[in-house]
């Protein structure tokens, strides 16, 4: 394949930050100051440097763009193959976005060994990017694997009192999950290769692969594992809390911000695709743990003292969303699902952020020992509650579009899924979902009243200094990012939707092509040998109707999730939907006009 | 036999490391003055220009040629080359690495290189041997240099237990390895390697192969330290000079997979291997399971860090039977794999001791986990050079280590049927468990305050294979593709 310039951004945007590792090391280490201006410019250019993935996107194509792809490693066929496309582009800017307003805010608060800090984080940055950017399974799995690393040493290092424990389980649980992933690429690797002809890991070229059923459950199972231990699921979810409540404030907002979206990125990049029919055996499961994940995780973080519990445990109820709606396979649910992951790298990174400015001047993270901060720390207090609304989801906030999404996406999942893929009582679990988005204003609001309301009686609170002008910088963009994901989700949606079309258009159609031994799902029996052109085409056509969703058949979208028992906002939906072209456009009206009450 | 002198131009990389440790073992009777760092570099010397020899003779043999020598008792081919390189520049990290110890802890003598260089050139007989005997000869001749080199530090009781018990064990090896090659040898007529494997297949003793290939698997067992047969290696790797762990741990084991790829791999590969549940591979997949299993698990366990890499070791050589037994039934890049992780496996092991040499002094070796707190406050390059090479023992991306566990692992897939998934599964979550006891180092060193400032042993031997070790191994696994292009 041919390299234009666009395809070198990627390679570049993965180069700057190592790079800048390297340049960091090779300074003394007693220039603190230096390290930390580095590591900014650094994060900077990267930021820049992505930023160029825009000018040379292309919204209306659906596949891979800006690929850059070189032969890595001849012997394996592993290429080193990175390329864009509407459900990674985000998260990519998303994640060189925090970098530098992590090490911005992190500012004096890191005091030892500032130049590994800097290091780490940066490394960390390519690790990340190289995860979302690389087109080849090989090569994802390094750069999944390199996160790893530093994020453990940033828990261990510069983390609080049980760190050792937090960052030990950080890597067993992550590692166990990985590893397990291993063994299914091999599998894969070693099964395409002989039905190709030719080794590889390209990963376009391991999808033209259709494995057999029972391969492709077991396969599925070992990658899902991997995903949802990072997502994380209910009951794999336990990591979370420990190394949040442990790892530095710059630790927190990364691994809430980015790695947890590698969860849920990974399902729809590699599993789901890879693996249709494990998909589909799977996904009750997973489905009903998301919903599970999002009420436990909602209760849980309710009952929290420590503030950064509370995130994390939102954070599980949050990804819940993600979970839930990227498997209920229809355009608005894995279009919600993006979205709410961006909105969730803002407004989680936000506030990890917000608690880190409290813990620098309290040095504590008890509920009970602040309150009444609003009068000694009025812009930080009226910048953080913009933040806690986008996080529980306050129409015109970011939060709001992304469950919206899902919420819909799930409710109308019965309709528009192709043969084949069973989704367990879709209005059921909508429902409940929807419950989890009022739990999620209730234990944020609680924490916001906690800590910013009431008497200022703490004697220790009572000379906290305001933001001052470094943490402004940080706070600035990202309240206005969580304004502007709530008020304009269409430039975003628009761009994700033909990647998300073709998501759910391909899946159903390797779903169709039944391949493997004879099996049934539920009611309808799949066996290679009988399949009839109308059993294709009746296939094809479900398939077709999920994957036009959100542009449209809006109207009838939006009228059967009427049906199903929404009421104001669906009715919203269905409403805009009628005049609006867009489906965007009509969860932009409906963001204006109410939100989803179940 | 005919002996034709133009053969002798094939075996240079052999001939060099035999006559510059002959050399070496007179220079000491003519040496004067305490410190052998001279000795050491010439040591060094021969073994790198042994290591280039190899090289030069792999360029020009022409793609996959195979030359018998010397009737057919020695072979040169690529991988026989590439592994005698790996041997020779293995050894010469091992000279580097001794001086500054020998000096540090007293037992300065010299004999110790020539007998250094006399065992690197037995492994580099394994590395081309083409015949049953010469298979016998060439661990010999290695073997009793490393237990030579074992009991040099004379006046350390732990390492003439180490001495005793590495000699007597690996005498009773050989004697499995005898009785092996002599049953092989009753079935088939032969102890040529390459003609084994077609004379095997239609013996009329199947019963003497059997019986045969599992006295080997039990001698080569002893020999790479597998479970139930790796007693003596904890005792041996602790008690030996730090130095000649590394040595033992990388090169001798090294060299006993070499000898086993073409044992198994070619003499009794292919068709013999199929007597169903009673070919070679059938105990050797049990003991590849139960060696990286119980390897890791004692691991965990362990508070010396030379006695828990001598159980990581016992693991690795788990994972290199894994490879055996895929390259036993048929998988086409099981030997790449193996020659891949040998090589990333061999620069891990060296410089991993390297630095546990370098942090340990005259006064307090520093071996248990506990001493190396705060080594990455105090030494924040050694404890990053320890942080890659502990990385790369566990398998975690982007280093050497990595690759060769991928790669291993991959070529156990390619066995017909997926029949390896089950080791392979085994494998992988042994690789979790490793994890956790290398991180507990690097836990150490990172998470840790130190309770006593470091007065590590300076000298350049040591600080090249610290510096060398960890950029090769990194190098290794970021651009796997012109290793593996070398190895074939």
Same mark, same amino acid.
């Given at each position: 394949m041919l390299n234009t310039i666009g395809s070198f951004v990627l390679p570049l945007v993965l180069a700057l930050p190592i790079v800048g590792a390297i340049f960091v090391m090779c300074t003394p280490k007693t220039e603190t100051t230096l390290h930390r201006g580095l590591g900014l410019a650094f994060t900077i250019a990267t930021l820049l440097a992505s930023l160029l993935t825009l000018r040379y996107f292309n919204p209306r194509e659906a596949g891979f763009q800006l690929v850059f792809d070189t032969e890595w490693i001849p012997g394996l066929g592993a290429h080193f193959k990175t390329g864009v496309d509407g459900i990674s582009v985000f998260l990519v800017l998303l994640t060189t976005l925090l970098m530098p307003l992590t090490l911005l805010c992190t500012g004096r608060a890191i005091e030892k060994h500032v130049r590994e800090f800097t290091a780490a984080m940066l490394v960390l940055e390519t690790g990340m990017l190289g995860a979302f950017v690389s087109l080849d399974l090989f090569m994802f799995y390094v750069f999944w694997e390199v996160m790893l690393i530093p994020m453990y040493l940033l828990i261990g290092i510069w983390?609080?009192?049980r760190r050792l424990y937090a960052s030990i389980k950080f890597v067993i649980y992550t590692m166990v999950g990985s590893l397990l992933m291993l063994v299914a690429i091999f599998y894969v690797y070693v099964q395409a290769g002989s039905v190709l002809g030719t080794s590889t890991t390209d990963l376009e070229r391991l999808l033209t692969v259709a494995l057999p059923y029972n391969a492709q459950v077991w396969c599925f199972a070992a990658f899902a594992l991997a995903f949802a231990i990072k997502v994380p699921l209910f009951p794999l979810h336990t990591w979370l809390p420990d190394a949040h409540v442990e790892a530095p404030t710059a630790g927190s907002v990364i691994l809430a911000g980015v790695l947890l979206k590698f969860g849920i990125y990974g399902f729809l990049r590699y599993a789901m695709p890879m693996f249709p029919h494990g998909a589909a055996v799977w996904a009750p499961t997973i489905s009903i743990l998301a919903v599970i994940g999002i009420i436990y995780g909602a209760f849980v973080a309710f009952a929290q003292d420590d503030v950064k519990k509370l995130v994390a445990y939102s954070s599980v109820s949050h990804l819940g969303f993600c979970a839930l709606g990227v498997f209920a396979l229809t355009s608005y649910g894995i279009s919600g699902s993006i979205y709410a992951m961006l909105s969730h790298g803002l407004t989680t990174g936000g506030l990890f952020l917000g608690i880190g400015v409290l813990y620098e001047r309290r040095h504590t993270r008890r509920l009970a020992e602040y309150g009444g901060i609003w009068k000694q720390m009025p812009v930080f207090s009226g910048l953080f509650l913009i933040i806690v609304m986008g996080s529980a989801g306050l129409p015109a906030l970011s939060g709001f579009v992304g469950e919206f999404l899902t919420i819909l996406g799930t409710f109308i999942a019965g309709d528009t899924l192709p043969a084949g893929y069973d989704f367990p009582m879709p209005r059921l679990l909508g429902a409940l979902a929807a419950t989890g988005v009022v739990l999620g204003a209730i234990y944020l609001l609680w924490m916001f009243q906690k800590v910013f309301?009431?008497?200022?009686?703490k004697a220790k609170n009572g000379k906290l200094p305001d933001l001052n002008g470094r943490e402004l910088a940080t706070f600035i963009p990202l309240v206005i990012g969580i304004f502007l994901l709530g008020v304009f989700p269409r430039p975003l949606l628009v761009v994700m939707e033909p990647a998300v079309q073709k998501f759910t258009r391909d899946f159903g159609r390797r779903l169709t092509e039944c391949d493997g031994p004879p099996h049934t799902y539920g009611t309808r029996s799949c066996d290679p040998s009988v399949k009839t052109q109308a059993e294709i085409e009746n296939n094809l056509d479900a398939v077709a109707r999920g994957a036009t969703g959100v542009s449209r058949t809006l109207g009838r979208a939006g009228g059967a999730a009427g049906a199903a028992g929404g009421t104001g906002a669906t009715g919203a939906a269905g409403g805009t939907g009628a005049t609006g072209e867009n489906g965007a456009a009509a969860a932009n009206g409906a963001a204006g006009t109410g939100r989803p009450t179940p | 036999m005919s002996f034709n002198p133009a053969e002798l131009g094939y075996l240079v990389p052999y001939l060099i490391l035999a006559v510059t440790g002959m050399l070496l073992v007179l220079a000491e009777a003519f040496y004067h003055g305490e410190d052998r760092t001279a000795l050491a570099s010439l040591t060094a010397a021969g073994s790198f220009a042994s290591a280039i020899a190899s090289v030069v003779l792999l360029r020009q043999l022409e793609g996959n040629a195979r030359v018998p020598l010397l009737g057919e008792m020695l072979v040169a081919d690529r991988s026989g080359y590439v592994l005698s390189a790996l041997f020779a520049v293995t050894t010469g990290l091992a000279a580097l690495s001794s001086p500054a110890h020998q000096r540090e802890h007293d037992w300065q003598i010299g004999e110790y290189y020539g007998v250094m260089l006399l065992s690197a050139s037995g492994m580099v007989m394994l590395a081309h041997a083409a015949n049953l005997v010469t298979v016998f000869l060439g661990i010999e001749t290695m073997s009793i240099g490393v237990y030579v080199m074992c009991a040099m @530090? @004379? @006046?350390?009781r732990r390492g003439n237990e180490a001495a005793m018990k590495y000699f007597l064990i690996g005498a009773f090896a050989t004697g499995f390895l005898m009785y092996g090659i002599a049953l092989i040898y009753g079935a088939g007529? #032969? #102890?040529?390697i390459a003609q084994l494997a077609t004379v095997l297949g239609q013996t009329r003793n199947p019963g003497l192969v059997v019986a045969g290939g599992f006295l080997l698997v039990v001698a080569f067992g002893f020999k790479v330290a597998a479970v139930p047969f790796h007693m003596w290696a904890p005792d041996a790797y602790e008690g030996a000079p730090t130095p000649v762990t590394g040595f033992m741990a990388a090169a001798v084991k090294a060299a006993a997979i070499a000898a086993m790829i073409r044992v198994f791999g070619t003499a009794l590969g292919g068709d013999v291997v199929p007597f169903g549940m009673l070919g070679w591979a059938s105990p050797l997949v049990v003991i590849a399971a139960i060696t990286i299993t119980v390897g890791n698990i004692t691991a965990v366990r362990q508070d010396n860090i030379k006695r828990m890499l001598a159980y990581s070791s016992i693991s690795h050589a788990g994972v290199l039977l894994v490879g055996v037994c895929a390259l036993g039934l048929g998988a086409p890049s099981a030997t790449t794999s193996l020659i891949y992780y040998l090589i990333a496996y061999s620069f891990t092991t060296m410089g991993a001791f390297a630095i546990v040499s370098y942090v340990g002094s005259r006064n307090r070796e520093r071996l248990l986990v506990d001493d190396w707190a705060g080594l990455g406050a105090q030494h924040p390059a050694v404890a990053l050079a320890m942080t890659i090479l502990l990385l790369s023992f566990g398998g975690i991306p982007p280093t050497g280590g990595f690759f060769a566990k991928f790669y291993v692992f991959k070529a156990a897939m390619e066995v017909y049927d997926g029949q390896l998934l089950w080791l392979v599964v085994i494998g992988v979550i042994n690789s979790a468990i490793s994890i956790y006891y290398y991180l507990r180092i690097v836990t150490a060193m990172y998470f840790r305050e130190a309770n006593q400032p470091f007065a590590p042993t300076r000298s350049s031997g040591l600080l090249f294979v610290i510096t060398v070790c960890p950029l090769l191994v990194l190098e290794l696994g970021i651009m796997p593709g012109w290793w593996l292009k070398l190895v074939g």
């Open positions: 983390g609080g009192q309301f009431g008497k200022l009686d | @530090r @004379r @006046r350390s007529g #032969t #102890t040529k």
